[in-house]
């Protein structure tokens, strides 16, 4: 089983940045596709990106829906995966999660909340 502590998350204005981390324990991280998932109110959980492993290039995939605003990177060394935010919208309201791709459903993590609110 891994362990996955996310940070990062809080209260931002619209056009507002945030930088999302999780740091992965347990695993032989480089391994993993990797991703971040958000969970809205009343939403199911969705997937807004993924990052493969570096011997596939690390490649990422992105939600239409934060294209061009997000961007996922890794760190290897770290056992971390981050998520940059920028031009946050009211929808990005979420609770995020980092976990592989496919899902692991026993790794959920608390998750860490990102409220894009004036």
């Known amino acids: 089983q891994v362990q996955l502590v996310e940070s990062g998350g809080g209260l931002v204005q619209p056009g507002g940045s945030l930088r999302l981390s999780c740091v992965a324990a347990g695993s032989i991280f480089s391994f993993y596709t990797w991703a971040w998932y958000r969970q809205a109110p009343g939403k199911q959980r969705e997937l807004v990106a993924s990052i493969n492993r570096e011997s596939f290039g690390a490649r990422t995939n992105y939600a239409d829906s934060v294209k061009g605003r997000f961007t996922i990177t890794r760190d290897n060394a770290k056992n971390m995966v981050n998520l940059q935010m920028n031009s946050l919208k009211p929808e990005d309201t979420a609770v995020y999660y980092c976990?592989?791709?496919?899902?692991?459903?026993?790794?959920w993590g608390q998750g860490t909340q990102v409220t894009v609110s004036s």
């Open positions: 976990n592989r791709v496919p899902i692991v459903n026993t790794d």
